[in-house]
C-alpha cells in the first residue's frame, strides 16, 4: 500500500515541510458511456505543497471537478481511474499532530474500503460547488457536523456538539448555540457556505478541496468567504486544492496555479508566473479575453475563436489546437506535447516550447501579436 | 421624484441621446400570503420607488446582487409582470411617448415587437423540439411575415448577423454549443428589430473564453443597429466592459447611477465602493484589494429602517438609521441617494493601463 516518493521536481526535498502533501501523478479517469469514451481527466499531474493553495482552473469540461473525484474516488459508477497515482501523506492519527504518517497510494483503494474512508473528511475534506444542495433539508446542520466528528474522532455526542460549536465560531457564525440547530434553509447563501466549511474543517483535515465554493453566491459574499479560507488556511496551514473558472479567484486565492483544458494540463506554476509570464497560448489568450473592473469601458476583448470540443469528438494532438493561434500542421494536431519546464516550477504542454524548437523567449512577441491583431 | 430627471431633456440636447425609456417611480410588491384564506399578512417590495432612464443608443447597465429588484424591474418594463405602480415612459420611433404601465394586453401589442430579451440560459431559452429557422421566424410569422421564402431569407441573414452559419437553419438546438445558442437567441431577439433590447445576464452561464464572443457581438450589433440596450447582470468586470452607464440597485432600490468610468472611478454611495472592492482582481499583485462587506443583504420584505444600506455602511449617522435617502443629482449626470455623498471620500477602482489595449 506505502510508496515512497521519489526525489523530483521540486529541489528542496531535504526537510518534509517541501514534501508534497499530495502528489497525483498522469491521473487518467475515464467515463465509459453507451455512445463512447469520455476522457474526462487525461493525464494530469501536480503536487500540493503542506500549507500552500493550489489554484485549479479551467472552463466547463476541462475535467477539473473529475480530478477532485478521483482523488477522493467518489466518481460516478459510469467513470473508473485507468491509470496514473495519488499518493497523500497521511497521518496514522488525524487528532494527533505530531502523528507519525505514512504514504497512502489512493488510487489502489477501493472506493468503498475502510481506509479511504477514514482519509475522506479527516485528511482531505471536500467544501462541495451547491451549499444548497450539501445539506439535507430535513436535519439540521448540526447534526450533519456532529455526525462528521463522532465518524472521525472518539468522543462523545456532548463533546461532538462542543467541537461543532466551536467550528461554528471560528468560521465567523454569530449565535452558534443557536445556529447548530438551524435547518439548511433558514440560513443564508453566505451562512449556509460558512457552515459547509465549519463541517469541512471539523475534523482538522490537512488538505481541502474547495469546489468552486463561491460560484453561486453574491459578490460581496464572496469576498467574505475568500477572506475566511484565506485565513483560516494561515492559522491552521492546511492546504487547499481550490478549484474555479474564475481567475480572478484564483489570483486571489493561489500559490500555485494549474490550468486545464479538455482533461489535460496546459500550464502550471507559481500564480506570478502564470498571470505575468503565461506561456501556453491557451492560458495568454483567455488571460487577455477576461473582462477586468480594471480595463477600459467598451473596448472590444480579444477573443478566444470557436469553442470548446465536445467531449465525444476530442480534437487529436494537443485539444487546444483548433482554437490556436499558433497552430503547427503536422504538429499539433498529430501528437500530443508533453509538459516542459519553461522556467523555475512552471511547465507547459505546448510545442512551441519544446526543446526541438526555437526558445520560449522568441515566441513570446508574435504570440502577443497575433492575437491582438484578431480583435 | 428628483429634479434631475424632469431637466433631463434640457441637459441632454442632441436627439441621439434623448432618453428612449424613462422609468419613474416604479413599484413592483409580490404579495406574502399565509393562512388557509390566503390573507395578505406582507409584501416582497421586490422593486421599490425606482427610476431611471435609458437613453437611444446607449447601454444602461442594472447592476446588484441577488434579490435586488434588477430582473423584477427589467421584467415590469416588458410588461411580462404588472408593476404596482408608477410609470415606465416609452419612446416611439415617431417621438410619442407612451406609459406602458397604463395599457392593456391589446395596447401593449404595438410595443411588443419594439422591445425584446435576450434571456440569460442559453440551455433553457431555445425550445428543443424547434429548428433554429423555427425559433428565429416564429416572431416574424407572428408578426405578418407568412412567405415561408421570405421569411427563410431574413432568418439566414439574421444568422449571419450573429455569426452563424445559414445552412444550420434546420439544426435542433442541441447541436450547438452554450456560445452558440447565446448567439441563436440574439438573433430570435432581433428578428423584428426592436429598439430596445433586455439582456439578462446573458453571459452569466457561459464559458470565460466564450463570454468575450458574446459580449464583442453584442457591442458590434449595438453599433451597426443602432440598438438600445438594458443589460442587468451582476458580473461587474463584464458590466464595465459593455456599458455607457451603470444603475447600482440594493434591496430594489437605485442608490446609484452615473457614466460608467465615473462609477467605478469615483463612486459617491459606500455600497457601490463597496462593491467594487469585493470584485476579485485578476493579479496575484493586488491581493489585498479584498475588503468584505460586514452582513448580508437585508431582505425586501422586511427592509431597515432608513437607508436600507444603514446596518452595512461603515459610515452610517442618526439621520441614515431614520430617513430614506432619495435619489438626486450631485454632479451632472450622476445621481446618489445618500445622505453623506458629498462629504465621503470613497476609493474606486484604478484603470489597469496595461489591460486597456
Not at chain 2, 441573414?157 to 452563424?164: H, P, S
Request: charged share 20%.
Amino acid at each position: 500500500m506505502s510508496t515512497s516518493f521519489k526525489p523530483a521536481t521540486q529541489p528542496n526535498t531535504s526537510s518534509l515541510a517541501h514534501e508534497p502533501l499530495l502528489r497525483v501523478e498522469d491521473l487518467k479517469a475515464y467515463f465509459f458511456m453507451d455512445e463512447g469514451t469520455v476522457r474526462a481527466v487525461d493525464g494530469v499531474s501536480f503536487d500540493v505543497l503542506p500549507g500552500k493553495v493550489v489554484g485549479i482552473v479551467g472552463e466547463s469540461g476541462c475535467g477539473k471537478s473529475v480530478t477532485m473525484k478521483a482523488i477522493l474516488q467518489i466518481l460516478e459508477p459510469s467513470a473508473r481511474i485507468v491509470s496514473g497515482k495519488v499518493t497523500l501523506r497521511s497521518r496514522l492519527n488525524s487528532q494527533d499532530p505530531n502523528s507519525p504518517e505514512e504514504l497512502v497510494e489512493l488510487t489502489r483503494l477501493h472506493p468503498n474500503s475502510r481506509k479511504i474512508r477514514k482519509i475522506r473528511g479527516s485528511e482531505i475534506a471536500l467544501i462541495p460547488q451547491e451549499p444548497m444542495a450539501a445539506f439535507s433539508p430535513v436535519y439540521t446542520v448540526g447534526s450533519h457536523i456532529i455526525e462528521t466528528i463522532l465518524l472521525h474522532q472518539d468522543v462523545s455526542k456532548e463533546e461532538a456538539r462542543k467541537i461543532a460549536i466551536d467550528v461554528f465560531r471560528s468560521v465567523g457564525i454569530s449565535m452558534p448555540e443557536q445556529r447548530i440547530d438551524a435547518y439548511s434553509w433558514e440560513l443564508s447563501g453566505g451562512l449556509r457556505q460558512r457552515a459547509i466549511i465549519a463541517m469541512a474543517l471539523s475534523c482538522n483535515p490537512r488538505l481541502l478541496i474547495a469546489d468552486e465554493p463561491t460560484t453561486a453566491i453574491d459578490v460581496t459574499t464572496q469576498a467574505q468567504i475568500l477572506k475566511l479560507l484565506r485565513k483560516l488556511q494561515q492559522e491552521r496551514q492546511t492546504s487547499i486544492i481550490f478549484i474555479t473558472h474564475d481567475l480572478g479567484v484564483i489570483a486571489q486565492m493561489a500559490d500555485e496555479v494549474v490550468v486545464m483544458y479538455l482533461g489535460m494540463v496546459m500550464e502550471k506554476g507559481p500564480v506570478h508566473q502564470i498571470f505575468k509570464q503565461a506561456k501556453h497560448p491557451y492560458t495568454q489568450a483567455l488571460l487577455r479575453s477576461i473582462p477586468s473592473v480594471q480595463s477600459t469601458p467598451r473596448l472590444k476583448l480579444p477573443t478566444i475563436a470557436g469553442s470548446i470540443a465536445h467531449p465525444f469528438n476530442r480534437p487529436t494532438g494537443c485539444p487546444f489546437h483548433p482554437r490556436c493561434a499558433h497552430f503547427m500542421r503536422g504538429v499539433c494536431d498529430a501528437n500530443q506535447p508533453a509538459l516542459t519546464p519553461v522556467a523555475e516550477g512552471q511547465f507547459v504542454s505546448c510545442f512551441l516550447y519544446s526543446s526541438e524548437t526555437m526558445a520560449p523567449v522568441d515566441v513570446q512577441t508574435p504570440a502577443v501579436a497575433s492575437t491582438e491583431n484578431r480583435q | 421624484m428628483s429634479d434631475g430627471m424632469k431637466d433631463l431633456e434640457k441637459q441632454t440636447s442632441p436627439a441621439s441621446s434623448r432618453p428612449l425609456l424613462e422609468v419613474r417611480s416604479l413599484k413592483k410588491y409580490f404579495p406574502i400570503h399565509k393562512g388557509m384564506m390566503r390573507k395578505v399578512v406582507n409584501y416582497v417590495r421586490a422593486v421599490d420607488d425606482v427610476s431611471f432612464f435609458v437613453r437611444e443608443g446607449e447601454t444602461l447597465a442594472l447592476v446588484g446582487e441577488s434579490g435586488c429588484g434588477k430582473t423584477t424591474a427589467s421584467r415590469c418594463i416588458l410588461r411580462a409582470l404588472a408593476p404596482t405602480s408608477g410609470e415606465i415612459l416609452f419612446r416611439e420611433a415617431d417621438d410619442r411617448v407612451t406609459d406602458l404601465s397604463a395599457l392593456n394586453r391589446r395596447g401593449l401589442r404595438r410595443f411588443r415587437s419594439q422591445m425584446q430579451m435576450i434571456f440569460q440560459d442559453p440551455f433553457g431559452s431555445l425550445n428543443p423540439r424547434m429548428t433554429i429557422f423555427e425559433i428565429i421566424s416564429e416572431p416574424l410569422f407572428v408578426n405578418g411575415l407568412h412567405s415561408r421564402a421570405d421569411r427563410t431569407d431574413q432568418v439566414a441573414d439574421l444568422l449571419k448577423l450573429v455569426g452563424l452559419r445559414p445552412e444550420y437553419m434546420q439544426r435542433y438546438p442541441h447541436a450547438f454549443s452554450g456560445g452558440q445558442r447565446q448567439r441563436i437567441g440574439i438573433a430570435r431577439a432581433l428578428a423584428l428589430h426592436p429598439r430596445l433590447v433586455v439582456a439578462d445576464e446573458p453571459v452569466s452561464a457561459l464559458d470565460v473564453s466564450v463570454q468575450a464572443q458574446v459580449l464583442n457581438l453584442m457591442l458590434d450589433l449595438q453599433e451597426k443597429l443602432h440598438l438600445t440596450y438594458l443589460f442587468v447582470a451582476h458580473d461587474l468586470s463584464v458590466v464595465k466592459h459593455i456599458s455607457d452607464r451603470v444603475c447600482v440597485m440594493y434591496v430594489g432600490k437605485v442608490v446609484e447611477m452615473a457614466a460608467t468610468q465615473e462609477l467605478f472611478q469615483a463612486p459617491r454611495h459606500p455600497y457601490t465602493a463597496a462593491l467594487m472592492m469585493a470584485v476579485p482582481v485578476p493579479d496575484p499583485d493586488q491581493r489585498n484589494i479584498i475588503q468584505d462587506l460586514p452582513g448580508e443583504v437585508a431582505s425586501p420584505a422586511n427592509p431597515p429602517s432608513g437607508c436600507y444600506f444603514h446596518p452595512r455602511c461603515q459610515f452610517a449617522k442618526d439621520v441614515c438609521r431614520t430617513e430614506t435617502p432619495q435619489l438626486r443629482e450631485i454632479s451632472p449626470d450622476h445621481f446618489v441617494s445618500c445622505h453623506r455623498a458629498e462629504e465621503l471620500q470613497l476609493a474606486g477602482i484604478k484603470e489597469n493601463k496595461e489591460h486597456s489595449n
